[in-house]
Each structure stands twice: as C-alpha cells, then as structure tokens.
C-alpha cells in the first residue's frame, strides 16, 4: 500500500462518506481539476474492492494518464491536492452532519443583519425564538436565548432603535442569570465529585470561595418572593449549591428531589440526566458513605427512578458507566432486591461503555450467582470476564475468594491469597491507605480460611484476637467478616 496522507484519511471514509465526497470532488465549486477525480476514483474502487494495498504510483497514474510514460512530480502533486480536498471535505462534512440547526439559525441572522435584510431577520429571528421556547430546559437552553436576544441587541443597535435595543439587553441578562447559576451549579457538583470520589482538590478553590462569601440562603429566599422569568428552575440550581456546600442537608435533599420528579417533563433527557446523576446521586452516595442505611436505600432507589426516567446512550446522554452499572447491582443485592438487578443486567448491558460492556455483564451474573448461593456458576462467570483494569482486577479476586471460602476450596484459596498479596505489593499506583485497606481484607480472609480449614489449631482466644482485628479495620463488608467468624466460634467453640 502506497504511504500516503491522501490514502489513509480516505481509507477511513465509510461508503457513504465515499460518496459524498466522490459529489464533492466533482462540483466546479470545490475543485476543477478532472485528473483529480479519475484518480479518487481508482482509489475507491480499490478500497471497495480490498484491494488498496495492491496499489501503487506507478498503476495509479497509468490509469490516469493512459499510454503516458510515468512523472513522478505530477503524480507528488495530484496526490498533494487530493489530501488538501480531504481534509476540506472532512470539515464541510463535519458542519453539515454536526452542525446543529439552531447554530445554522444564528449564522443566519448574523448574515442578514450585515446584508441589511431587515424583515428578513425579524423573521429568522420569530422563527428562532419560538423554536427555542418550545424545546425542554437543557444544558444550551439559556445559552441559546441569551445568543439569540444578543443577536437582536446588536441589530437594533447598529440601526439607532435605542428602545428595542434596550429591552433586547435586559432579555440578555435575563437568561444569563440563569446560565450563570447553572454553571456555577455544575462547577460546584464537579469540585465535589474530585473531592469525595478522587480525592482530589486544587490548591486555591475560587468557585468554593466565592460560594462561601455569598448568602445563598438568603438570595434564594428572595427568588421565591419574586416573579422572575425560570423562577424553579434558578430555585433548583440555587438550592444545589447550598446542598454540595454543606453538610447533612437532607432536608434540602428531599424537597429538591420531590421538586425534580414532579417537573421532569419541562426538561431534556441530558439535563435530566444531570440533574438525578450529577446532584441528587452526588448527595446520596456522600451520606451513603457516612453509613446512613436511609440514604444507602434512597440512593439504590434513586439509581431506579434515574434508569426509569432517562434514556441511556440517546438524546444527549452517553453510555452507562462501569461503576454505576455494578453499583446498581450490588446495592440492590445488599438490600434483598436480587431479582430487579438480575432483570436489570440484562436489559441495560447493551447501553453499557462498549469497551467494558462484556466485562460488565459477566462480573453483574457472577455477583448475581454469589448472592444466590450458586457459587459454582459464580466461578464459571469469573473465568470469562475480562481484567479490563486495575478495579475489575481487585473485584474478582474478592469473589474469587468468596467463592473459595464458600465452596470449601482451600488449596485454591490458600493460593489466591498468596498471589493476591504478591498483586499488592507489587502495584506501585496504590496510596498507602487504600494499600492497607486491601492487606487488612486479605489478612482477614487468611484467617477465615485458617479457621475453617483447621479449626483444631485455633482457641476461642485466636478467635476473638480475629474478630477485634476485623472490628478495628477499615476492611468492608466488615459485618460479613464478622458474621462468618461468629457462625465458626458458635460450631467450633
């Protein structure tokens, strides 16, 4: 195959793609030159036949230039040019397909506005607006309408109506209020997500600074005494600062999420989406952690009500992530909910992260299989899925041995834990309290195992020495470990 810029970003054009560009190439418009599109043409049917590979200069330019002895320089420009028209062909294509059609309506406008098409643009822009006001409340939504009042501020403006141009700049901070409380909002559930879920934090937090030197509380007493334009909505976002800001806000929590399920008609499925995922969930999950059994519950519930409401993988919303999917299984196993998460397993892993998707759904059935006591399928499960990474790695080993321990399979166990150890010592990206967390659920199934295989060479007081070491560690499930030590102490001793 010939090493050529043209060929390789031609070679990634599907077959549609092949045919647009073979119209744009052939349009007078973008190009004159008919050498070029014989030579495309050779090039595509090579490509449709599999055969590119075969090619070279030399065939190429004979097909071109038939009964003409080979020039290499004007076969180094033909190619040149060839490789200028697919990367512009690449960028018209892109505007076509991508562009959206409210962006296409504000080009619009801004060309009749320089033009002088005066009713023109009073009519692109009624059309614009109505448009815009019939959509549900997304991310672009008042960021579109302040564009939009932007556009007529300026037109009004530059033709000296000082009347319609000031009512236009008032519209324009109107819906930039909101769009501003908005990304404060989303900044805010950002920091808190790097902050509890990566343990991240920048060195000098501005957005948290300005939050704390501002009375939200009492901004937002005043927004619901008045009547401003995208009153619930601000109330929504304003209440979500308060809520990421401080701390056990539950009852922020529960009014904002009645406040959400009742209006989830007015908005789109993305905002939606960010909405119960990136605020509600950020929330629940924190006072999960804490050890609230309530929120542990109402998160589970509210993963449900989110699976229900929004549409996965579709309308602005991506794939679903790997922790959540699991996570949705094992919280509903926790709290006895086996066969919703058996159901759900199987009708979301087609909206599941494709590159994880398998590994997903066979590690889901293999929890699955545990909680049902089949720890036999539950191996068979583990012995398909895939190590995508580090943290599928750690969760199958801890089934591994669940399944082990379970089954009464020692020898196994007994070299799992050994190989699991060796994992931990050799993995340099672990901190140093994550590390430790791990030794401690090793060392504890170590001695679940000991025990269990040999109980004759335990005491009660070897016993209680295991179980005080359980209850002083970090390890978890902790009251699994815990109940399993207490069943061997009540048969043993």
């Not at 690449?90 to 009713?119: K, S």
Request: hydrophobic share 40%.
């Amino acid at each position: 195959m010939i090493k050529n810029k043209a060929i390789e970003v031609i070679s990634t054009l599907s077959e549609p793609e092949l045919k647009e560009f073979s119209l744009f190439l052939e349009s007078p418009y973008f190009n004159s030159n008919k050498s070029l599109i014989k030579l495309f043409n050779e090039i595509r049917k090579a490509l449709l036949a599999g055969s590119v590979a075969k090619l070279t200069e030399e065939l190429l330019y004979g097909k071109i230039f038939k009964g003409k002895k080979f020039n290499y320089g004007i076969m180094k420009n033909l190619m040149s040019e060839l490789f200028k028209q697919a990367e512009k062909f690449l960028v018209i294509n892109l505007n076509n397909n991508a562009l959206l059609d409210i962006d296409r309506q504000f080009l619009l406008l801004g060309e009749l506005e320089r033009r002088g098409l005066d009713d023109h643009f009073r009519h692109t822009f009624s059309k614009t607006r109505e448009t815009i006001e019939n959509r549900k409340i997304s991310s672009s939504y008042y960021e579109n309408s302040g564009r939009l009042y932007e556009t007529a501020k300026d037109f009004h403006r530059n033709r000296s109506n000082i009347k319609e141009y000031s009512e236009n700049a008032i519209n324009v901070i109107e819906y930039t209020f909101p769009a501003l409380v908005s990304m404060l909002a989303d900044g805010n559930a950002m920091l808190y997500t790097a902050e509890h879920s990566a343990n991240y934090k920048p060195e000098i937090d501005l957005l948290k600074e300005f939050i704390a030197r501002i009375n939200i509380k009492d901004f937002t007493g005043f927004v619901e005494s008045s009547s401003v334009k995208n009153k619930e909505d601000i109330l929504i976002k304003l209440n979500f600062i308060m809520l990421l800001s401080g701390s056990n806000n539950d009852e922020i929590y529960y009014k904002l999420r009645d406040v959400i399920f009742s209006n989830a008609a007015i908005y789109s499925n993305q905002m939606l989406y960010t909405l119960m995922n990136n605020y509600l969930l950020l929330y629940a999950e924190k006072r999960a952690s804490e050890g609230s059994a309530e929120f542990f519950a109402e998160k589970f519930s509210l993963l449900k009500k989110m699976f229900t409401l929004v549409k996965m993988n579709s309308d602005g919303v991506g794939c679903i992530f790997l922790s959540s999917y699991l996570d949705t299984v094992l919280s509903g196993i926790k709290l006895g909910e086996t066969e919703y998460v058996s159901v759900f397993a199987e009708k979301f892993r087609k909206d599941v992260d494709p590159s994880v998707r398998d590994v997903a759904y066979r590690l889901a059935r293999a929890y699955i299989f545990a909680a049902e006591g089949d720890y036999e399928a539950c191996l068979k499960e583990l012995a398909r899925t895939g190590q995508a990474d580090f943290h599928i790695k750690l969760r199958t080993k801890f089934l591994y041995l669940r399944c082990c321990y379970e089954l009464g399979l020692f020898e196994q166990g007994f070299s799992m834990i050994d190989s699991f150890k060796k994992f931990v010592a050799d993995t340099k990206e672990l901190h140093p309290d994550f590390r430790k967390k791990l030794n401690d659920s090793i060392k504890a199934y170590s001695g679940l195992f000991r025990i269990y295989s040999s109980p004759e060479k335990f005491s009660a007081d070897k016993l209680d020495k295991q179980i005080s070491f359980v209850k002083s560690s970090l390890i978890s499930p902790k009251a699994w470990y815990l109940d399993e030590l207490d069943k061997l102490k009540k048969k043993y001793y």
